[in-house]
């Protein structure tokens, strides 16, 4: 009578992979998915509370009827531009910019810890 090994034992899941600390996304503008810069695209808060890239809001800005608001395309709440400023003058999330540059920076530090 021959013995069968089995392997009958509890199995491992497969590792996961960890995900980052920074929820993915959040530092995208969602019209255009792109990550948020220092540069064309900057974090702009509209009055609801919706951020998107300053790229996005002047596109939607130029064929909107009115020059000085803007019509959030997620909840369709207008924003008022601040009188004079215009577009630019809406409040900048500085603080998106903090984290995007940390994420960037701690992606760099896990490629360079990976390197053989
Ligand atoms: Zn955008
Ligand atoms: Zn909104």
Not at 23 to 33: K, M, N, R, T
Not at 47 to 53: E, N, T
Not at 86 to 98: A, H, N, Q, V
Request: net charge negative; with cysteine; proline share 10%.
């Amino acid at each position: 009578m021959e013995q069968e090994a089995s392997a009958s034992g509890p199995q491992q899941p497969a590792c996961k992979e960890e995900a980052p600390s920074a929820e993915p996304g959040a530092l995208d503008c969602v019209i255009c998915f792109t990550p948020y810069d220092r540069l064309f695209r900057l974090p702009k808060e509209l009055s609801c509370g919706h951020i998107f890239c300053l790229e996005c809001l002047a596109r939607i800005n130029v064929s909107s009827e009115d020059v000085n608001a803007l019509t959030c395309p997620i909840c369709r709440a207008p924003t008022a531009f601040p009188s004079r400023k215009g577009l630019p003058g809406l409040p900048t999330r500085c603080d998106l910019l903090e984290i995007l540059t940390a994420a960037i920076r701690g992606h760099v530090a896990s490629i360079w810890r990976n390197m053989p």
